[in-house]
């Protein structure tokens, strides 16, 4: 049940008709992949959410009170409302036909744009100011996470890169389906086997489709679903299907449907669905529609307020980690650029005789260069200067790397215990986060005494005064059980995860964790014995979800044998090398 390209021109269709030059009163934050706004619209409260979730994302208008899932709100929300609040929804549009809406609101002079990228486990939001310089995300994404694009505050927004066709025209973008033409599209089917189904070519060649509005098209067009290439490459069916998918991004799509099996939502669509061959259920608006296919009950969550209040803890100083990482990549200076600047400094006095007064730069034709120099300064002077700037960046060079390995390896630390305290399930557990936080960003506590506020002993399961004055029990990894009875460790803090690696596991036993992701240390407990898929398959799965991208669809997670991890020398609890290891993609599991 995608939240496709078509249901993102609705949902732009229908706050263009009810929220435009609306006011927003209120920003607040109902999830932690979700903000919600409350708009002084048509005499009326109503309030827009978009969320960034990986299985949920969405931009959806309600009428539905929002509350804050946290006591305090957090700095993504504090720079929502310094530019937000108050001001007015000027402009919707779609980019293209991308999952991406960008929502202009203007407040006074100020002018901001507020982009929703709805693209599965990639979603983000994202603020940028009129010149597209983003001034923050709900989800900062580095170089090292993605070579294509940077989101990161001050630098350029830039668009998710155009969806490619398969070989063999994996040279040639997607087709734009508002303005391909019919013998365009009935030339790129002519590489299909006449057996290759017509809907999954569809979406191989043209942009803007899920598989089903691709499905939809092809039987409105063909009358089945399963019509295959083979007899339909004619430039009638092509033009037919090309305007049927742009009836479905047109204003006239018709009542916003969805199909059901029993209470079972199977499928919905901004567009009556007829594939299913059943008359599906209609609704008077998109409004009405997703707010039965995104508000499922929701179970009260006990310890809410302090695990948010736990998050705000470690936020800024993740902000801080990633701000200082970012100004230390920038100081390292290249081996090219070093002898660049040495070269200079050289040329300027080897030439210093022949510089006149207030020249402002030096050719050397020979070697191919051109010096800048600053008039206001003596040959000598500008030698020295280049000089200067070589020995700086030199030294940089040679003490940056340790200084930006530092950083990101606090920062990998905070994004770990982050994760723990976003899964902890109980107040034990939360707990114990708790005090590994305090331990790093507070300090420890004075010997002989006792922490107030759940008493957390740094460094320490929790072993502390409840409310009531009796003891908590001291949280304790969690023990899980594989479909063949094979023994699963899960650790729910970075010191259960020291734990269970180096203390209760085996050498033999298998090591797993999310790659390259924050997450939990598994072990599956086999004594050198081969585990079975299905074993394996399950302490991933777990893995997968005790991980920070436990709403991802697929995540691709390592193991190997436990003596095959050594802790990182110097680093913080749970943080750790490992080498001959293999990876399986799976789909998050919570525990049974």
Not at 37 to 52: I, T
Not at 199 to 211: E, I, Q, R, T
Not at 450 to 477: C, I
Not at 490 to 515: C, K, M, V, Y
Request: glycine share 8%.
């Amino acid at each position: 049940m995608p939240f496709d390209s078509v249901t993102t021109r609705a949902v732009a269709d229908d706050l263009c008709l009810h929220l435009l030059g609306g006011r927003v009163d209120k920003i607040m934050q109902p999830e932690a992949m979700a903000i919600a706004l409350l708009f002084w619209a048509e005499h009326g409260n109503q309030w827009l959410v978009l969320s960034a979730h990986a299985q949920q994302a969405r931009v959806q208008r309600t009428t539905r009170k929002q509350a804050s899932a946290f006591s305090e709100p957090t700095s993504w929300v504090m720079l929502l409302r310094k530019y937000l609040e108050g001001s007015r929804l000027v402009a919707v549009e779609q980019q293209g036909v991308d999952r991406v809406l960008r929502l202009t609101f203007q407040g006074g002079p100020t002018r901001s744009v507020l982009i929703a990228e709805l693209m599965g486990r990639y979603s983000n939001l994202i603020l940028a100011d009129p010149t597209m310089v983003v001034l923050g995300a709900l989800k900062h994404i580095r170089a090292d996470q993605n070579r294509f694009r940077v989101t990161l505050p001050h630098h350029p927004y830039l668009t998710p890169p155009m969806p490619m066709q398969p070989p063999p025209h994996d040279d040639r973008p997607k087709r734009d389906p508002l303005r391909a033409l019919g013998g365009d599209l009935a030339a790129d089917l002519a590489v299909f086997e006449d057996g290759a189904l017509l809907w999954k070519a569809l979406l191989d060649l043209v942009d803007g489709l899920s598989p089903t509005l691709a499905r939809e098209v092809v039987y409105v067009t063909t009358g089945a679903v399963d019509t295959a290439v083979g007899g339909r490459r004619d430039l009638a069916t092509a033009t037919a299907l090309l305007a049927a998918v742009r009836e479905r991004y047109g204003p006239d799509r018709g009542a916003p449907s969805a199909v059901w099996e029993g209470e079972r939502l199977r499928e919905y669509a901004p567009y009556p669905l007829h594939q299913f061959g059943s008359e599906p259920t209609r609704y008077d608006d998109l409004a009405a529609l997703l707010d039965v296919v995104y508000e499922p009950a929701r179970t009260p969550d006990p310890i809410a307020h302090p695990r948010a209040a736990l998050l705000a803890l470690i936020e800024p100083h993740q902000a801080v980690l990633r701000r200082k990482i970012t100004s230390l990549q920038s100081t390292i200076v290249g081996p090219e650029r070093l002898a660049e600047l040495r070269a200079q400094g050289e040329m300027v006095l080897a030439y210093q005789h022949g510089i006149e007064p207030e020249q402002r730069e030096l050719a050397v034709p020979e070697m191919g260069l051109t010096i800048p120099l600053d008039p206001a300064l003596t040959p000598l002077e500008n030698a020295q200067r280049f000089f200067k700037r070589y020995q700086k960046a030199r030294d940089a060079a040679a003490i940056t790397p340790g200084l930006l390995e530092t950083a990101r390896q606090d920062l990998d630390y905070l994004d770990q215990l982050a994760v723990h305290a976003a899964l902890a399930t109980d107040p034990q557990s939360l707990a114990a986060v708790r005090g590994e936080a305090r331990e790093v960003l507070v300090g420890p506590a004075p010997a002989g005494k006792v922490r107030k506020k759940g008493g957390a002993q740094p460094g320490r399961g929790v072993k502390g005064k409840g409310a009531g004055g009796k003891a908590e029990p001291r949280a304790v990894p969690l023990r899980l059980r594989a479909a063949d009875g094979t023994e699963i460790l899960i650790g729910r803090s970075a010191r259960q995860n020291e734990e269970l690696t180096f203390r209760l596991a085996g050498p033999r036993d298998i090591w797993l964790h999310a790659r390259q992701i924050p997450g939990a240390h598994v072990i599956l407990r086999v004594a050198g014995q081969t585990p079975s898929p299905a074993a394996l398959h399950d302490a991933a799965a777990l893995a997968a979800y005790h991980s920070q991208a436990r709403e991802s669809t697929a995540v691709p997670v390592d193991y190997a044998p436990v003596r095959n991890v050594r802790r990182i020398k110097g680093g913080k609890p749970g943080m750790v090398h490992y080498s001959g290891e293999s990876t399986l993609n799976v789909r998050p599991r919570p525990p049974a």
